[in-house]
Nanobody
């Protein structure tokens, strides 16, 4: 059974940092693009960041560019999201996602929820002002 398990969320003050991790089990995603999304109650799940299999290409939402860094360790089958200079508007449940296809789709598609086949259960990030 394929599982994506996020961890590292919590409560932090504005300007602080958190590092999210997403450990995959049940199969390897070393050849697949992976990403992070976030969602608040009553809102659409929105794209945060994505990274290709070799870490040579990364993609970010404009709202987090320059503050968040996505990375991965294929040997550990783990995805990361380093979040710095956090703002109250970053408060959300953060979800890890993995793509089944290994073919290249490009940055436009990697920002879309439908591009991903596997999802974690989410981890809450709360940023206080």
């Amino acid at each position: 059974q394929v599982q994506l398990d996020e961890s590292g969320g919590g409560l932090v003050q504005a300007g602080g940092s958190l590092r999210l991790s997403c450990a995959a089990s049940g199969r390897t995603f070393s050849s697949n693009t992976m990403g992070w999304f976030r969602q608040n109650p009553g809102e659409e799940r929105e794209f945060v960041a994505a990274i290709n299999w070799s870490s040579t290409n990364t993609y970010y939402a404009d709202s987090v560019k320059g503050r968040f860094t996505i990375s991965r360790d294929n040997a550990k089958n783990t995805l990361y999201l380093q979040m710095n200079n956090l703002r109250p508007e970053d408060t959300a449940v953060y979800y890890c996602a993995a793509r089944e296809k290994t073919t290249y789709s490009g940055g436009y598609y990697y920002r879309k929820r439908f591009e991903y086949d596997y999802w974690g259960q989410g981890t809450q990030v709360t940023v206080s002002s």
